[in-house]
T-cell receptor, first 113, second 114 residues
Framework: AQSVSQHNHHVILSEAASLELGCNYSYGGTVNLFWYVQYPGQHLQLLLKYFSGDPLVKGIKGFEAEFIKSKFSFNLRKPSVQWSDTAEYFCAVNPYNTDKLIFGTGTRLQVFP | DTEVTQTPKHLVMGMTNKKSLKCEQHMGHRAMYWYKQKAKKPPELMFVYSYEKLSINESVPSRFSPECPNSSLLNLHLHALQPEDSALYLC?????????????FGDGTRLSIL
């Protein structure tokens, strides 16, 4: 079965620290990849997406992610986090040419000033 | 603010009630989705409508009945729900069917079953 794993369930950082959140998926075919963020009390918002091309993609608010096909990974990074980055982060996989979006279990990020 | 509007924001109902959740988007998107999200869990896909036709039903119990009256509107009719159905119900839309497009999410309806 297709699945998405996020190994970091809860991450606590101080402001200005660097961030890397892991995401691995199990699916042998072509996929589209997404990171969504859910700020407290708000709706899910798209951070960034990968469809094809350059495996290093840049998103909003200084986030970037790298697709490594051989490792089935799509890790999210930010060089310097801010208190306002406190949120739940979801990796999601869309098997190509399907309507399905499979979410990972999510990572709760807390950033302290 | 999200461009996908869900009403109501909160709903409390008894197990014998019949109620409906509503979702609306005016972005011209042709694919619409219902998800269920339990506390501290990821969203789980329930239904997909593509060009106003049901294309995916993820083995959802029949007490949940989706309806897509037109390309802008998606309803979820609820009847005889169970306490374990209490959750946040999310609607989403995307420009086209067949995946390959980001989905835009609404704020959700928080449903409590007494």
């Amino acid at each position: 079965a297709q699945s998405v794993s996020q190994h970091n369930h809860h991450v606590i950082l101080s402001e200005a620290a660097s961030l890397e959140l892991g995401c691995n998926y199990s699916y042998g075919g072509t996929v589209n990849l997404f990171w969504y963020v859910q700020y407290p009390g708000q709706h899910l918002q798209l951070l960034l997406k990968y469809f094809s091309g350059d495996p290093l993609v840049k998103g909003i608010k200084g986030f970037e992610a790298e697709f490594i096909k051989s490792k089935f990974s799509f890790n999210l990074r930010k060089p310097s986090v801010q208190w306002s980055d406190t949120a739940e982060y979801f990796c999601a996989v869309n098997p190509y040419n399907t309507d399905k979006l499979i979410f990972g279990t999510g990572t709760r990020l807390q950033v302290f000033p | 603010d999200t461009e996908v509007t869900q009403t109501p924001k909160h709903l409390v109902m008894g197990m014998t009630n019949k109620k409906s959740l509503k979702c609306e988007q005016h972005m011209g998107h042709r694919a619409m989705y219902w998800y269920k999200q339990k506390a501290k869990k990821p969203p789980e896909l329930m239904f997909v409508y593509s060009y106003e036709k049901l294309s995916i039903n993820e083995s959802v119990p029949s007490r949940f009945s989706p309806e897509c009256p037109n390309s802008s509107l998606l309803n979820l009719h609820l009847h005889a729900l169970q306490p374990e159905d209490s959750a946040l119900y999310l609607c989403a839309s995307s420009p086209a069917a067949g995946g390959n497009q980001p989905q835009h999410f609404g704020d959700g309806t928080r449903l409590s079953i007494l």
